[in-house]
DNA sequence: ACATCTCCATACGTTTACGTATAGTTGAGT
DNA sequence: ACTCAACTATACGTAAACGTATGGAGATGT
């Protein structure tokens, strides 16, 4: 009996793979062993890998922004949300995400597209999280690169192993929000 | 004629390839091609590419540790030298090492020895630089969530491009800096 | 019942990369 | 000049992965 997939289906295992292995992990004939089917399918689906490729970066894209906009709408209590904008991003429970945006951001340093992609998606967080921190009476520029160092922060913070840490990481989070949003 | 090559530039040629592609890119025929040479060489100097490998982390490892025990011998000065060392670690003549720490990060998310040797780093670079920030009449626990904050800047900076900014680079630096030293 | 659309299986050709085997070349010491 | 160690060239076998071609199976509408 055949099982029959959507395109969607091989852009989320695709994303599965991106988070563990890397965009070059992500092999046709893997996808569709994983999927319990043959790459026969694929090739209904997408032209080629590119294709496919492509597909993924938009999606994040989209999705990305999207995102941030939903999570800084509500202005009103702006240290509030940036303190539960730090806490998703450190927690435990967001280690597939933060592999999501490790592995695009190393895909963007030897492909164009993605790099584009990545610009884009960073120009609009940096953005939406300046107008949050300009609500704490900060100067427009003093806004910006706080949240330029809010967001180094986040992604600096995923690059860091808790194990490495001779301080409870939690702790260590606590620390830093209170130092970054104040 | 024959152009005879070390152990040594097989691996310095590694790391060019690994700051360029990470460490799937780097192919034993490609860096071959790079030094001019076929691969018979290669399998001179290093049993297999996981050889090859293994001694790349292990030069970074020490190497890592090294450099930052110079950087932070300096315990009178302790502001100016964080200030110092982020100027060197935020500076655009810096891509090249930026790329490489990338690289073996994205690296030792799929390989338990390259965590291994980046774990170890990290350990030692946080105890060194939070006892610069100890210097700053921190407590012990401030000191350490301080080092831990900036070296999430430094890693988090080199994953926001430049281009990604409605703002002068520099001055955000600057800001930056001010902010996380004092 | 039939046609059609969607998706999958299979077989094939090609490229790329790894690793091995073996012969050859070069330079330094004697 | 001879030898030996250090290094390279070349040729080969194998595996993984891409992409193509073609046939077929299942569901759906008429």
New binding site residues.
Partial sequence: ???????HQWITEAFAVLAEAGVDG?????L?KR???????????F????DLLLHMLEQWRVGRIETIHEQTRDEDHAADTLKYLIRLYTDSTNLRGNAIELAVRDWARSDSRAAEAVEAVDRERLDCVSSLFAQLDLSPDDAYSRAYLFYSFIFGQSLLNDDSCRLEPKKIKQFCTRFLVS
């Fill in positions: 009996m055949n099982i029959k997939l959507s395109r992500i092999k046709i004939e893997g569709a999927l319990r089917v043959t790459k026969g399918g694929f090739y209904w689906h032209r080629n890998r590119e």
